[in-house]
Structures are given as C-alpha cells and as structure tokens.
C-alpha cells in the first residue's frame, strides 16, 4: 500500500553528520507511525528510531539516543533521520518503515 524511498546517505568522517530522508507515496503518510532500521552485512537488521503518526512521540535505540534526531513532514509525506556526531559503528545501510513496507536503502559509510 504504501511505495517509499530513501536518500540521503553517503561517505562522512567520524563526527560529522548526514540527514536521511524517506519520501512515501500510496497510503496517507500521516495515518501512521514510521522508523528507521540499519543492517550489517552478516547482521540482523536493527532498530533505530520511530515517530508516531503526529510526531509527538519518539523512541530512539540507546546506541544513538542523544546524537540522532527522527523527524517528519506529514504535508510533504517524507520522513527523517537527522544523524549528528556519527561513529565508525554507524555505518550501515538504513531503511525507512511504514505500515509494513521497507525501502529499498541507503548506504552510510563512516571513516575514521
């Protein structure tokens, strides 16, 4: 039902920063809580971050608690994921979600 899209990923040294970006399309966008994920080759993917439908309410994995920062724009149907002091230990490739539906990813690769 719902068809999304990341961007925003990309090659960045430790400590700096990237804002990803999830753009959906489909199902009224505002209707539902959305989050991001991140996966290693070899690894489970992860949770890392989820917004309810209004915004109002966040949660954030303990590994990126206090340096991400998830965001949305129900009017423009996208969601964010705003990540600040990155860590060579963030580098993944990470997913938006929504009602069940992944995107296809977007690679963030942190050097040291």
């Known amino acids: 039902q719902v068809q999304l899209v990341e961007s925003g990923g990309g090659l960045v040294q430790a400590g700096g920063s990237l804002r990803l970006s999830c753009a959906a399309s489909?199902?009224?966008?505002?209707?539902?809580?959305m989050g991001w994920f991140r996966q290693v080759r070899g690894k489970e993917r992860e949770f890392v971050a989820r917004?309810?439908?209004?915004?109002?309410?966040?949660r954030y994995a303990d590994s990126v608690k206090g340096r991400f920062t998830i965001s949305r724009d129900n009017a423009k149907k996208t969601g964010y994921l705003q990540m600040n002091s990155l860590k060579p230990e963030d580098m993944a490739v990470y997913y938006c979600?929504?009602?069940?539906?992944w995107g296809q990813g977007t690679q963030v690769t942190v050097s040291s």
């Open positions: 917004i309810s439908w209004s915004g109002g309410t966040t």
């Open positions: 979600h929504l009602l069940n539906n």
């Open positions: 489909g199902r009224t966008f505002s209707s539902y809580a």
